[in-house]
Each structure stands twice: as C-alpha cells, then as structure tokens.
C-alpha cells in the first residue's frame, strides 16, 4: 500500500550555469583560501565547476585562484548541511540556498565589467525562457510520465461535465448552452448549440453549468445563478467575520429534457434560499437504484463558513429535496472555511463516498449506505491534500481515479500558506495552498489503496503570486483510449493512455 503523501527529496543539483539567477549581496571581502582538509570529492566538484563557468567567462588565472578556493569553500559547505539528517528537508534546501548565494555573490563580485554583461545576457535569456515556460501549461507536464498536451478547441476547456453519447456525439455545458461535438472532440461547432434556458429573468443567467444523464435518457443541466454583490471580495466582512448580510443570488437551478435537448422544462431552484452557493457543485451522481445525489455548498453565517447538504431527487430529477446541511467542520470561521468543493461517487458495493476539500492538512470523508439519506461523521483520510478540490471518477475498467493537489511538493518546498487565526477571512487554520503540483492514483479495491502517486504535472513558479502557479479544478473522464484531465486553473489539457496509468 502506497500512503498517498510527498515524499520529501534531499535531491540537490551542483551548481549550474543557472544557479547565477540569484541576485545576491555582494560579500566585500574575498574568501581565503580553506585551510583544513577538504570532504572527499570537494576538491574535484570544485574544480570541474571552475572549469564549466571559465567555459562561459574566460577567467584569468589570477580569477581561478581566488575563485577556486571559494567555490571548495561552498561545496564542503553543502556537503555538511547534506550530511546533518536532523534537519528538516525544507530548512536543508534553504540552508543549501544560502550557502550557494553567499559564494555567487563573492565569486560575482571577482567579475569584470565585461564578464557581468555576460551575466547580464545570460539572465535576460533564462527569465526570457522561464516567462515561456510559465505561459506554456504544455511545458509543466513531467517528462516520462505518459502524458501528452492536446490542443484547446476554440470553446476552450473548463471544468464542467463531458459526456459522450451512443450516436457519437460529445457534450459538454457552456454557460447557457450545451455544446456538441461530432468528430470526436475535435471541434465544437456553434451550430450544435443546444439552448436550455430561455428567459433568464426568472432563471438566472447560467454560471458553471453541469450536466447529467439520467439512466432513462434524460438530461439534467445544473448550474449556480449570479450573486449580488458580484465581486468576491465583497461577500465577507473583516470585521464580523462573516458574510455581508446583504449577499443574495447564488441559488442551484435544474433543467430537465426528456428528448435529448429539443425542448427543456422551465428552470427549477432546488438549493436552499436561506443561503447562497459557494462553489457550484463538482458532481452529479444517479445511484445503481436511480437517485440523484447533488451536493450543495452553502455559505453558512455565525460564524461565516461552508458547510454542505446533500440535494436528493428519487424521480430522476423532476423534483428535489433540500434537506438542512448535513456536513459541518467545528471550528470553522472564514471564507474558505468549513466543508468545500466534495465529490461523490458510489462504490461496487452500494455505499455512496463522500469526499472533500478542507483546511486541515487532508481530504476528508463520509459515507453513506442509503443513498444519501443518512451519512457517517466526517473523519479525516489518509490523502494529505492542500486547501484543494479533489477529482474521483471511475474508469472503465472498474479502478478509482483519484487526482488532487498534495499538501507540499515532491521537491521539498515548503507549501503556500493561507489563513490562522489572526486573519480577517480564509480560515481559522492556517492551511497548505499548494497548487503547483498535480498528483494522480489509481485504486483497484474501492480505495482502500493507491498506487503509487504519479506526478503528472509541476508549475515552474515555486513561490510569488498564488494564482500565477496553480494547477487545480480539474475534470477527468474517458474519451477512446486515453484519460482527458483539463485544469480550468491553470489551463493544463493533457491525456494519457489508459494502459499507462499507473
């Protein structure tokens, strides 16, 4: 059984060329040479990165002699900081930068003018490359691990509902349309536009639309109305820590054919209007005996959080209930707070899973064994996750698809945090953002274990702006012979074998 958590690396490359990206202060006093002995390898380590950087510099001899002995200096350094296993992966990495800086800085200083213009170059091009990399979500895949980029369709892709049909054809919504492809999701010709909301003045006009298919053929299109107030930031009160009374809007809306999309019965609001909807909901699932499960994320006052109930409909969704939320986190107050963004999905044995977003460090679960009429205590999992939505489908082949965004990267850098309880929103706990990586496991026995974690993707951003390195939101389903998983934050597009999965 393979925990599925990252497992820190001590992985450290030798100097390179790029190492000089670092702009460091400038020691003003030279380095002696070492005295003592030096670990064994430092000196020859030492030397051949001499011999690199005088390949890109033309150093003179009197340069290598002063160079050299800082460049042993930094790499006997190195060796003791790799050598101290008490310390933690995150604070040996820092510990390793600093000691890297420190002699960049004093073998930069050595430079003449001439050797600093070339310095100068060779920044401008790596920033240039690395600006490249940032915009172009094909290069974050990682290498060898069977996944491959795929082109964007001018609708562009979202994370929302794809559903294929017996005569070919591919679905997915689009604001107040569904759109239909017909060569394979090649393209989605705008002819193909099947409208499903008329008037939008009663309605709502569609945000986030979901669609379903019901085991009678019917379709089901779900989506979340506007708020009012619009903006974000403009739902919560810093001062109360709570949401501003004045929030309205965000109700669920359903829209039923019952002849593939020709005519669609009048919108219908099934969430509670007490409340308002966060997130619009990442799943609708029809039980083996043909309920409908959908749930609903509300933004729950006093104290400000999110808790979730689970809507129900035992008609194949002509109408539905809209029970009080089930689902609540003790000691949530924020924004961001509480139970966010779950999943559902039904195991081969019956019981319904249920599987969630907190800010606690884990995905957390419930379950159900009555379709969703009573649920088990929310308990934490052994799925070390930061504060980001999960993506749990089953393939055809009867195994579970798990993808999330780990707690911290598998390189050991420590996590973007948000939240604590001397902020104003987010959460009371202080909790992992971390959003640069993309992992993915398969279980074959109902999740009780996972495969091996594979990485399927990394941002080049490891710290700065948080939403200029993330990839998450992500939908997965099964087209041909490969897994489609498309990021909405981060617009990664990419497929994988099915007999490559892990």
Sequence with gaps: MHLLKILPSSRFACVRAAAFVFVS????????????????????????????????YSFSDAQKKQILPILEKQQADVAAVQADVSLDPAVRKEKINRVNRSAYGKVIDLFTPAQKEIR????????????????????????????????????????????????????????????????????????????????????????????AISTSGAWLVIWRTAHTPDDLAQFWDKTTHNYVPHLTGGQLMVARSADSG???????????????????????????????????????????????????????????????????????????????????????????WFLTRTNLGALWESRSHDDGLTWSPLRPTRIYASSSPATLERLSDGRLVLVWSPWKDSEGNAPQTRGGADTTDFSLAVASWHRRELHLATSADEGKTWSKPLIVARHPRKSGAFSGGWITYVTVFEHGEHLYLLASMGGLHARIPLDKLP
């Design 25 to 56: 202060a400038v020691c003003l006093s030279i380095a002696a040479p070492v005295s003592a002995a030096l670990p064994p390898g430092v000196p020859e380590k030492a030397r051949a990165e001499l011999e690199r950087m005088d390949e890109d």
């Design 120 to 211: 100068q170059r060779k920044l401008a091009a790596k920033a240039q490359a690395d600006a490249a990399d940032r915009s172009n979500p094909a290069t974050w895949l990682i290498p060898g691990n069977s996944f491959e980029p795929i082109a964007t369709p001018p609708i562009g892709w979202n994370e929302t509902s794809y559903l294929s049909l017996p005569d070919g054809r591919f679905l997915t919504a689009r604001g107040g349309n569904i759109v239909a492809s017909t060569d394979g999701m090649k393209t989605f010709p705008a002819k193909n536009n099947i409208p499903f909301v008329k008037d939008t003045s009663a309605a709502g006009s569609p945000r986030a639309s979901r669609l």
């Design 262 to 352: 020709k005519t669609w019965s009048a919108p219908l609001r099934i969430s509670d209007p007490r409340y308002t909807n966060g997130h619009p909901p990442r799943k609708i699932l029809q039980t083996k005996s043909g309920v409908f499960l959908l749930p609903a994320q509300y933004r729950t006052p006093n104290p400000g959080r999110h808790t979730v109930s689970i809507l129900r409909s035992t008609d194949d969704g002509l109408t539905w209930s809209a029970p009080a939320p089930a689902f609540d986190l003790p000691n949530s107050n924020g924004n961001h707070d509480g139970v966010v963004e779950p999943t559902l999905i039904q195991l081969k044995d019956g019981t319904v």
